[in-house]
């Protein structure tokens, strides 16, 4: 029996049972199954056994998992549950029906641009949702994002893609990511905020064109052109794409990260402002050509009885056509109209008076009453009631609620116990493995990002409260987190023309490093720079090591 034939049927945790296979990875296997204490189908990943015996693996899955589990936004795939053990390692999240959005882009090819702009600002408030909880994707791509029947998209697998790839990677395959890559990222440096964007920018020309912004041979030589290449302009091709879009999607895809959107709070900005002004005015199209030909047939070359006869078969065709024409559009309404309209009307919704909840334990609750309540649960910690009560719900009892295709939504507060607990100290630990040791405690947490010379990117610099304090269980805590050393650029000096020495000096006095030289013919007295390998005026980030051409001289 293999791996994923031996979990079929299997109930993990008392709670989800497995009903089938719905997909594989290098490091997960994804199955179908049943929340029996909820009621509904979730999607189940498991991480495949000989993944879980690397203990670092682990630890990075279950940190990843936990953080992504606060998530909560439209346009992302929920994880509902995390559970680990001895025996393995698995998370729970949303199932979607549905196909990717590759998938969708394979099947149709270019998109109309409108399509792209309804598209690209779903994804663009994943991100920014995630960003402001401190979480980077780190592998956005067309297969990572799925598309539902009626148009939303959701992103999947925030942080837990990047570890997929890295099963692959080292088995030696590849599965497209290169081709979204941000250039940092190709450089191997740590990816932020601004490396998502960058790749949904990617997403977005290859929907605009149906390409891919840079191919290559090898995945070195489409590395490389994301570092240092320029995409070719869409309206080269696509002249009817707006100017105004295509000036969006390069600045989101632009190599250079200060030139780039730093937020996707700023993209979501331009995004609308664009929508907002393609409502109001008719985009135009340039270059577009439009051929009519409208042959004319004089009376003159026509008796007087043949025309009289040509004119009136001609308006008996136009008047049969153009009844044939009112008959197809009266049936297409009444369809329409009958579909999403006048049906309801006749089969009025089926209602139930909503029980009252509130004195009752939650897990009694959910345990007992029908499946058709989805219920939307807030912790509130408190003492005033027995831990585990529902101390309120919202509509009120006794109102009278039309059940709907996915059930009847209540949603109800649940008391908590208030116990001041110490606040453990996360300092320089991994930010995601912070949120779970935090959140394990008892506590919520909000994160926020700040720079810092001495902590690494990613791990926390501070909490507030301090470790150590006494905070009461439910409370926040916020954790200051690294992005690193703040980046001070400066501008290159001009060094042409100086001697060795002092173009070392102009380098010190600019915060700039010097790197070495190299000898290079020139008619310029020998030992005079003549060339440096950073363009004068060019932004430099500090410290960077500047190398200088030396002139060999005459003779």
Known sequence: MNEEEKYIGQMLDDRYEILETI??????????????RLNRYVAVKIMREEMAKDEEFRRRFCAESHAVAMLSNPNIVSVYDVSHSDEREFIVMELISGITLKQYMDKKGALDWKEVVHFSKQITRALAHAHERGIIHRDIKPQNIMLLRDGTLKVADFGIAALENEVYENNGQTIGSIHYIAPEQARGLSPDARSDIYSLGVVMYEMLSGRLPYTGDTLAEIAVKHMNAKPEPLRNTFPSIPVELERIVLKAMNSDLNERYQTAGELLEDLDAFTRGAMNQEIPIENEEVESVKPVLSYSELTKASYAIRRKKASRVSFLSGSFGVLLLTVFLFVFLWNFWVRDLFSPAERIDLPEFVGHRYEDVVRDADPIYNFIITDVYTNEYEPGMIISQKPDPGRSMSIENDGVAVEISVSRSMTSIEVPDVFNT????????????????????????SIAHNYVISTSPAAGEMLTSGYPVHLYVSSGPQIVYVQMPNLIGLSEDAAISKLESNNLNFAGSEWVESPLDRGTVVGQNMQIGEKV????????????GEG
């Not at 490091?27 to 199954?33: C, H, N």
């Not at 930010?431 to 810092?452: C, D, H, N, Q």
Request: aromatic share 8%.
């Open 23 to 36: 997909g594989e990875g290098g490091m997960a296997i994804v199955f179908r199954a049943l929340d029996h």
């Open 430 to 453: 991994d930010y995601r493995e912070a949120i779970a040791m935090l959140e394990k405690s008892g506590f919520t947490v909000e994160v926020e990002a700040a720079t810092s010379d």
């Open 541 to 552: 980030e500090e410290h960077s090591y500047i190398t200088l051409q030396l002139s060999l």
